[in-house]
């Protein structure tokens, strides 16, 4: 019994042991690392411009949003763009229309869309789009605010500027 101590760190743990957990242990970590899928990013950003639809805002609620205004995310503060365009929609709710025996999308008098399109540097990979920890997303609801306007609405579009 006293010879199988002399082999032991501390007189309880084998040093080969030791070893060859961590060779294991390194194995499967340098086995996982390379099975994960090669992110491609573009070299320095791209240029981006996307779509953020504010619903139910009074009508001409979208005039007085001026262009080249800074947008910054509503929650963290991190800025997320420009203004580069804005343009509204008649808003629509839905009705019955019972001559027809049908639901249908009506304009609500008084009411509209405001739709804002921002413009900003992003980094695109396989797995998303984001400026800087900002992540950009179709049907993504996210908060927004600016000098001119502020709330919660939906990213409606992306699309990459051509240069």
């Not at 070893?19 to 491609?40: E, R």
């Not at 001409?60 to 800025?79: A, K, Q, S």
């Not at 980094?123 to 920890?133: F, K, L, Q, R, V």
Request: proline share 4%.
């Amino acid at each position: 019994m006293i010879a199988l101590k002399k082999y032991r760190l501390f007189g309880i743990i084998n040093p080969i042991d030791v070893l060859l957990v961590t060779m294991v242990f390194l194995l499967i970590w340098g086995a996982y690392l390379l099975a994960q899928p090669q992110t491609v990013v573009a070299e320095g950003g791209r240029l981006i411009r996307y779509t953020f639809e504010l619903g139910e805002r009074p009508a001409g609620f979208h005039e007085g949003i001026e262009i080249d205004t800074p947008v910054f995310c509503g929650v963290n503060g991190w800025r997320v763009g420009t203004v580069v365009d804005v343009y509204s929609l008649p808003f629509l709710s839905d009705a019955p229309d019972e001559r027809a025996g049908v639901i249908r999308r009506v304009p609500v008098e008084g009411l509209e869309f405001t739709y804002i399109v921002i413009e900003a540097w992003a980094e695109i990979s396989d797995y998303a789009t984001n400026i800087g920890n900002f992540w950009v997303a179709v049907n993504r609801q996210v908060g927004l605010r600016a000098r001119d306007f502020g709330g919660i609405g939906f990213i409606t579009s992306i699309e990459w500027v051509v240069e």
